[in-house]
């Protein structure tokens, strides 16, 4: 399993990036800043652009995916592309009955509680991706010599909706399921770890530089839990990825006493929540493995010279770890002004790498 030759990260067009290079560990020509959800509400392109489709559809017209993927690149000058799509469209793909509410976000027909339940989950199939590649295609067409990010959800987050039907706090259900049936637990982590790993492929095959797994929810769980019931899941995903040589980010939030076994999954760069100072966050990791983070998105809205100070900060606690790629601490709220985006993108674009 490999890259093809034609693709970015192998002719030459995204392989020197700042983005590519810092989350190989090598020194920049400038410093690379993207963020989670940088595509989506906080656009009023976006908004115009999507009036009248749902979400999980406007994921599935490629054109449409496409456009909503460049906008921020086109605003911002960040230094990345993050794949508009949603962690739940490889169950959609599958043929689970999945919508994403306004509002209130993924919602599941049936929800997945039984060993049976999972046995009965539809396989997703390489042919159900085209959508997907094609979206990608059409974006690394446009981007050139900016990388586009590719992502997938990690099993647990993935399960944490399939489990509870519906966002909730606590993740209560796929807690209690670990636990009280680990056969089925794990039957369906796999099937997640699957279906996550096939959709990431398709994005790295057909043209992305990297690929962030998210497990946003994985805070929900000590460190026991994480490494018996979900760290194994993970690891499955990433193998269906980590031939093709792309670099892996890790991404989670609440996860500050998760951040050793999350890396050790098997990933190239460790992404930090805005809750932990990367220095610390470094020292946790031995300094091994680039970070990204982590600006707190409460901080878009504070005054500039509040937010300037933070995102100086957020820097200085960066510059021990072996690379550093800037980015939120969560994703962009949807009230955020983009035009302090832009200003935060041309401030840590001045300040020498
Ligand atoms: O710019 C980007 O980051 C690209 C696209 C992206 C989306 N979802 C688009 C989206 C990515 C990377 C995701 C991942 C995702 N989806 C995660 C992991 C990252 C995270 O934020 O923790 C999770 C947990 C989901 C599940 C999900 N999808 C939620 C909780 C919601 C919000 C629901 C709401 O309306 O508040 C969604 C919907 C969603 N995914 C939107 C976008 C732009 C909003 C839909 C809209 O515009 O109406």
Same mark, same amino acid.
């Given at each position: 399993m490999t890259l093809s030759p034609g693709h970015p990260l192998m002719d030459g067009?995204?392989?020197? @990036?700042p983005l590519i290079t810092a989350y190989r560990g090598g020194k920049p020509s400038r410093r690379p800043v993207w963020f989670m959800?940088?595509?989506?509400?906080? &656009?009023p392109e976006y908004r115009r652009l999507r009036q009248g489709t749902g979400m999980l559809e406007s994921c599935l017209k490629p054109e449409m995916a496409a456009e909503i993927t460049l906008q921020p690149v086109r605003r911002h000058d960040v230094d990345a592309g993050i794949f508009f799509s949603d962690i739940v469209i490889p169950l959609k793909l599958a043929g689970v009955g999945v919508d994403i509410v306004p509002g209130v976000g993924p919602v599941l027909e049936h929800p997945i509680r039984t060993a049976a339940d999972v046995a009965a989950l539809p396989v997703l199939t390489e042919e159900a991706l085209e959508p997907i590649r094609e979206a990608v295609r059409l974006v690394v067409a446009e981007l050139g010599s900016t990388p586009l990010v590719g992502f997938a959800g990690a099993p647990f987050t993935l399960a944490a909706y399939m489990v509870e039907g519906k966002p909730s706090r606590d993740h209560l259900g796929p807690r209690t399921m670990m636990h009280a049936d680990p056969q089925a637990w794990q039957a369906l982590a796999n099937w997640a770890a699957d279906a996550s790993g096939m959709f990431l492929r398709a994005q790295l095959e057909a043209g992305a530089s990297a690929g962030q797994l998210f497990d946003?929810?994985?805070?929900? &769980?000590?460190l026991a839990d994480y490494s018996r019931y979900v760290a194994p899941a993970s690891a499955r995903a990433l193998e269906h990825v980590r031939p093709l040589g792309a670099p892996l980010i890790h991404f989670g939030t609440g996860t500050s006493e998760l951040l050793v076994a999350m890396r050790d999954v098997g990933v190239d760069v460790v992404g930090v929540d805005y809750r932990l100072p990367l220095d610390e966050a470094n020292r946790r990791l031995g300094g091994s493995v680039p970070l990204q983070g982590n600006i707190?998105?409460? &901080? &878009? @809205?504070?005054?500039w010279e509040v937010l300037e100070a933070h995102v100086l900060a957020v820097i200085a606690a960066g510059a021990e770890a072996p690379g550093h790629v800037l980015n939120l601490g969560h994703g962009v709220p949807?009230?955020?002004?983009?035009a302090v985006l832009t200003r935060v993108v041309e401030l840590i674009h001045s300040i020498e790498p």
């Open positions: 067009r995204t392989a020197d @990036s959800r940088q595509a989506g509400r906080s &656009l946003s929810w994985a805070g929900s &769980l000590g707190d998105p409460a &901080l &878009l @809205s504070a005054p949807p009230e955020t002004d983009p």
